[in-house]
């Protein structure tokens, strides 16, 4: 059964931090990129950054590059998310995600991805 489990949300001032973690199960976690998405009520799902299998590539949206750094511990089956300067538009339930296939090229695509976690909530405060 595979399973990815998130944590470390919560509520943080503007200009805080924040690290999130995503363990994962039931996978053989170093084959997989993994992502991290972020939704509000209403909008679509959104790219927020992906890690290749081994850690050597990784890419950022634009709306967060310079402040969040995505990461990985394949010893532990887990992912990371830092965020830093953290601004209000970054709240939002952020989901990690799982990609077997390996076409970066797409890694920013939602539908590429193969399994997902239930989401962690994070609201920054202004």
């Known amino acids: 059964q595979v399973q990815l489990v998130e944590s470390g949300g919560g509520l943080v001032q503007a200009e805080g931090s924040l690290r999130l973690s995503c363990a994962a199960s039931?996978?053989?976690?170093?084959?997989?990129?993994m992502g991290w998405f972020r939704q509000t009520p209403g909008k679509e799902r959104e790219f927020v950054a992906a890690?290749?299998?081994?850690?050597?590539?990784?890419f950022y949206a634009d709306s967060v590059k310079g402040r969040f750094t995505i990461s990985r511990d394949n010893a532990k089956n887990t992912v990371y998310l830092q965020m830093n300067s953290l601004k209000s538009e970054d709240t939002a339930v952020y989901y990690c995600?799982?990609?077997?296939?390996?076409?970066?090229?797409?890694?920013?695509?939602?539908?590429?991805?193969?399994?997902w976690g239930q989401g962690t909530q994070v609201t920054v405060s202004s």
């Open positions: 995600a799982a990609d077997l296939k390996y076409n970066w090229n797409r890694a920013t695509v939602a539908a590429e991805y193969d399994y």
């Open positions: 039931g996978i053989t976690f170093m084959r997989y990129t």
């Open positions: 890690i290749n299998w081994g850690g050597s590539s990784t």
